[in-house]
């Protein structure tokens, strides 16, 4: 569905990605994980389109990616989930939710979504009036991915949707995603959660300085002696 | 006592007028991130369209609002796409001067009406000019009263169509995060082009609708930089509400200005509230309605 083809990235005259390839497929639930400034927040946003590879490129079912400007990636089912979710502070939960729906397909579905979303999270029909700027934390975690999932999207990317939150809504965050990703919509997740992460994915990259180390099943990497030392601690 | 009404209404009234103007300033605030001092030379040509098809075609002025407005959206949208978006594309110039650019529109603006129309001031004189009614004892100029209402008319519309429909809350997402905006599929580069032909809209109606009331000059624009500028930061910038509320502000406070302290210094009333709700209220009449 989504492969990334050994591409390299720059800020400027810095180089922040060296010959990143992975893939997903359909369906699956892959996640991105690496320290801070390892580059993950880079690759999604090359993915959609906000930066631009000096080398490589990226095919999305099939097509690429090269010459489709960043805000038409939506419109082919790319839903992206911003880190620090990104919302509409001064508009309301409804509002940011729609927003999340302008693609002409998902438009057509807009309310039957939103159902969705309000069962999905129930917090947020309470709040639905309410200004996003003004939610707590978690609430604006699961907004962000409300507004994800109204597009409909074909592939879900996440950024790091458990930064910041406590224990217990990390926990809610990752139930969710794997349920989502059970509903048949196929999953990018970009964590430094590594525990939880690898427990839950089909399929693994860990991306170090720019450059993917190592890749497997999530299982596999779990015992994986460098990932073990150097992100579980263990 | 019926002076003090008198005072009031006839601010009230030439306040709204402000706002309309002003609203079109912060809605190209919040999503360009700069003040488009070109904003009152637009007013100044909404008002010369205005006087042209009054004057030539003999078209009622509250009616040529239906020329000047799109008028002056066609001529916003070629701004923004052929002059203000070509600037940001190159990295090299800074942005803020997009701010300077958009000087050097308001001075080819105003001088190509210069050579147009010369100096001069040019007024129009319909069948209601100078007419009134009265609220007991205080009278209210008809021109005025029909072009407050219209001013608030469209204020209301321009609220629904920002908080109703897809353009409009595109609009505003894209104020409050373009990247997110980009994300959501918003052509944001579209979204620039729209509010600022949008923006050059209202500040048209603004200036048709004070033709029947004001007389006009190609400097005209100046003043209503000036009063836009202090309305949208009164109001907290890129607030609609918040430009509503200063520009009614402004237009009591220069309307009490003229009436009890002198004609000369009503522009200086105006600064004094500007500076006041400064220290006191930093963000913004917006910030009233934040808890
Ligand atoms: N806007 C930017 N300008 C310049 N360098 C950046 C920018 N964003 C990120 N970087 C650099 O790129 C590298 C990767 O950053 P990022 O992709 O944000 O990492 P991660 O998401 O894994 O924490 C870091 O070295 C970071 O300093
Ligand atoms: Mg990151």
Redesign the interface.
């Known amino acids: 569905m989504l492969r990334v083809n050994n591409i390299d990235v720059y800020y400027g005259e810095v180089q922040a990605l060296w010959e990143v390839s992975l893939q997903v497929s359909e369906g699956e639930y892959v996640a991105l994980l690496g320290a801070n400034g390892a580059g993950k927040t880079t690759t999604l946003n090359t993915i959609?389109g906000?930066l631009r590879p000096k080398k490589g490129n990226i095919e999305f079912l099939g097509q690429d990616l090269s010459h489709v400007?960043?805000?038409?990636?939506?419109?082919m089912g790319i839903a992206?989930v911003?880190e620090a979710r990104?919302?509409?502070?001064?508009?309301t939960v409804e509002?940011n939710l729609?927003?999340?729906s302008?693609?002409k397909r998902a438009?057509e579905k807009r309310k039957e979504s939103m159902d969705w979303i309000f069962t999905l999270f129930p917090r947020l029909k309470e709040r639905r009036h309410q200004e996003a700027g003004t939610l707590s934390g978690g609430e604006q975690q699961m907004l962000a991915i409300g507004?994800g999932l109204m597009?409909r999207p074909k592939l879900l990317m996440l950024d790091e949707p458990s930064l910041g939150l406590a224990p217990f809504l990390v926990d809610e965050v990752f139930k969710i995603i794997k349920k989502i990703n059970e509903e048949g919509i196929t999953i990018l997740l970009v964590e430094q959660n590594v525990m939880h992460a690898l427990n839950s994915c089909t399929k693994a990259y860990i991306l170090e300085s720019g450059r993917i180390t190592l890749q497997g099943r999530g299982k596999d990497l779990l015992s994986n002696e460098h990932v073990r030392e150097a992100y579980l601690g263990i | 006592m019926s002076l003090f009404w008198q005072t009031l209404i006839c601010g009230l009234l030439l306040g709204g007028v402000y706002a309309l103007i002003a609203i079109g300033m912060t809605l190209i605030m919040g999503v360009m991130k700069i003040i488009n001092l070109a904003h009152g030379a637009l007013v100044m040509i909404g008002m010369y369209i205005t006087y042209v098809c009054f004057h030539y075609w003999g078209i009622d002025p509250y009616i040529a609002i239906f020329i000047s407005m799109p008028a002056l959206f066609f001529l916003g949208c070629l701004i923004q796409k052929y002059s203000i978006n070509v600037l940001i594309g190159k990295e090299s110039i800074l942005p803020e001067n997009q701010v300077l650019l958009t000087v050097g529109i308001m001075l080819v603006l105003t001088e190509t009406m210069r050579l147009i129309f010369g100096s001069d001031y040019k007024s129009v004189h319909t069948s209601y000019t100078g007419t009134s009614f009265f609220i007991g004892d205080v009278s209210v100029s008809i021109p005025m009263a029909i072009s407050f209402v219209i001013a608030m008319v469209f204020t209301y519309a321009l609220h629904i169509f920002l908080t109703k429909t897809d353009i409009g809350r595109s609009i505003r997402a894209t104020a409050q995060d373009k990247e997110a905006a980009i994300l959501m599929g918003v052509n944001t580069n579209k979204i620039t082009i729209v509010t600022f032909g949008l923006g050059s809209a209202l500040a048209a109606a603004g200036g048709t609708l004070l033709v029947p009331i004001y007389y006009l000059f190609p400097d005209i624009g100046h003043a209503f930089v000036a009063k836009s500028f202090i309305i949208t930061i009164l109001g907290g910038m890129g607030s609609t509400m918040g430009a509503l509320f200063g520009g009614l502000t402004l237009g009591i406070a220069e309307s009490f200005g003229a009436t009890y302290i002198s004609m000369e210094l009503k522009d200086v009333v105006g600064f004094v509230i500007f500076i006041i709700v400064l220290l006191f209220l930093p963000g913004g009449f917006k910030s009233l309605t934040k808890r």
Request: glycine share 4%; hydrophobic share 40%.
């Open positions: 959609s906000l400007p960043a805000y038409k990636t939506a419109e992206h911003p990104r919302l509409f502070p001064e508009m509002e729609i927003m999340g302008l693609p438009k507004r597009l």
